[in-house]
């Protein structure tokens, strides 16, 4: 509620993932009359969940946009200047990443503040208390970046203290239960946000290994390292990486993100993985190990050697074959990321 005599109507930046906590954020914010704008961050690799942001922001009946992350992100991924978490993920160098930008989001649509959904206590690397003074420092948001959910334990921002927004009715929530957030969710009969299951891929530890090989080797573009996220992976030397897809899904992904220069490959008949080859100029032995791991994640796997197709990805009318060589297992498993 906007508190009597109040100026005017405080409008605000909120980012939404599509998880619990800021949906009620944004529910806590919207009810307090807060012209409330949501903004989600695509990840290149997925990770909070588009289709659950955009049901939250329509159910709560908020403004809402997406800004993709892009390659500034991938930088701060490969080099974060406060440390990772247990796996790759730099929790603090990437709040501080998407509140910068929400903070020039901020001044561009004219709004007073950013807020989030963050709990203190809930998570041990950016919701502690100092790294969120941090996070705050380092964003050119002193004062301007409200944490309603545990608003009551820090410090009054900027719309508070003008009486823009009642602190009075901002939530006390710390900790990493999250009984009184689905509590408050029945209670506003929240529906469709995601599980925090859900995770980020960077806080995995098969996905990091990828990003770690993908960093070590290099990568020509952004859009290259969507593909991360697919498929079965093997770094066949320092040249060549192959990617084969497990179901028809991540094989259409492969084939969509697949760099110009990179080599595809199927079976004839198509009834196995697509596989994406990584790196310049293959010759035959490499093409026909490719063929094998093809071949490995087919019907055919117990076959006799079979030939596989293939063609560059810049040229999808010139077409190739090749016989597979069949890797072992031990092979198969040093090679893979
Ligand atoms: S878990 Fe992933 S998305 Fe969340 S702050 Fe950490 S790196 Fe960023």
Redesign the pocket.
């Known amino acids: 509620m906007i508190k009597q005599n109040s100026p005017r109507v405080p409008k605000g930046v909120g980012l939404i993932s599509g998880g619990l906590d800021s949906t009620l954020a944004a529910k806590v914010m919207k009810d307090l009359g807060v012209d409330v704008h949501g903004v989600f961050f695509a990840?290149p690799w997925g990770?909070?969940d588009k289709a659950f942001a955009t049901a939250a922001a329509h159910s709560i009946g908020i403004k809402f946009i997406t800004l993709q992350l892009d390659e500034r992100y991938l930088e701060i991924?490969r080099k974060p200047r406060f440390g990772r978490?247990t796996a790759m993920?730099?929790?603090?160098d990437?709040?501080i990443h998407?509140f910068t930008r929400a903070a020039q989001y901020m001044r561009h649509i004219g709004a007073d503040f950013v807020f989030t959904g963050e709990v203190i206590g809930q998570?041990p690397?950016?919701q502690r208390r100092e790294a969120m003074r941090l996070i705050e420092e380092h964003t050119g948001l002193q004062g301007k970046l409200l944490r309603p959910l545990s608003a009551q334990f820090l410090d009054p921002t900027d719309v508070e203290r003008e009486g823009l927004v009642d602190r009075d009715r901002l939530l006390s929530l710390n900790g990493r239960s999250r009984k009184e957030q689905l509590d408050m969710a029945e209670k506003f009969n929240l529906q469709g946000y995601s599980s925090p299951a859900g995770?980020?891929?960077?806080?995995d530890e098969n996905f990091s290994r990828r990003i770690k090989d993908t960093f070590r080797y290099g990568y020509r573009n952004f859009r290259e390292t969507i593909s991360l996220k697919w498929g079965r992976h093997y770094r066949l030397n320092k040249d060549f990486k192959c990617i084969a897809g497990r179901d028809k899904e991540e094989n259409d992904g492969l084939l969509h993100f697949a760099h110009p220069d990179d080599i595809i490959m199927q079976l004839p008949d198509n009834l196995g993985p697509t596989l994406i080859l990584k790196g310049p100029s293959p010759d035959d032995t490499i093409l026909a190990l490719c063929a094998g791991i093809v071949q490995r994640f087919s019907k055919y796997k117990d076959h006799p050697p079979v030939e596989a197709c293939y063609w560059s990805a810049r040229n999808r009318n010139d077409i190739h074959t090749i016989q597979a060589v069949k890797p072992s297992e031990e092979e198969l498993d040093r090679y893979k990321v």
């Open positions: 990840m990770c909070c991924v978490g993920n730099p929790c603090i990437c709040r998407m998570r690397m950016s995770g980020c891929l960077l806080t």
